[in-house]
């Protein structure tokens, strides 16, 4: 079972940009495509970006053209720079496995949360 730590969060201004990371527990051999959601207090999870194993990029219309996300599978780590923050960005933010492709087989669903890292954007 994969496990993943996120980091980078905290407080910031409106206007400002944070980077979050997310360290996935060592795995020499399979990659990984992975995303971000984000959670406020009495709402549902929202996606937020994800890569896919090509490295395919996708985002929600709500961040799209601020937060960059990308991935460094030499350091199993994942990352969502987030540029011109928002009041209405304030979140817990998660990453998350989608799936998984190991030598040897065909790509998978593989599917595992990070405990998330707080975000907050003051005005």
């Known amino acids: 079972q994969v496990q993943l730590v996120e980091s980078g969060g905290g407080s910031v201004q409106a206007g400002g940009s944070l980077r979050l990371s997310c360290a996935r527990s060592?795995?020499?051999?399979?990659?990984?495509?992975m995303s971000w959601y984000r959670q406020t207090p009495g709402k549902e999870r929202e996606f937020v970006s994800a890569?896919?194993?090509?490295?395919?990029?996708t985002y929600a219309n709500s961040v799209k053209g601020r937060f960059t996300i990308s991935q460094d599978n030499a350091k199993d780590t994942l990352y969502l720079q987030m540029n011109t923050l928002k009041p209405e960005d304030t979140a817990m933010y998660y990453c998350?496995?989608?799936?998984?492709?190991?030598?040897?087989?065909?790509?998978?669903?593989?599917?595992?949360w990070g405990q998330g890292t707080q975000v907050t954007v003051s005005s």
């Open positions: 890569i896919d194993l090509v490295g395919s990029t």
């Open positions: 998350k496995t989608d799936r998984r492709r190991c030598p040897g087989r065909s790509p998978y669903e593989y599917n595992y």
């Open positions: 060592r795995d020499i051999y399979c990659t990984y495509a």
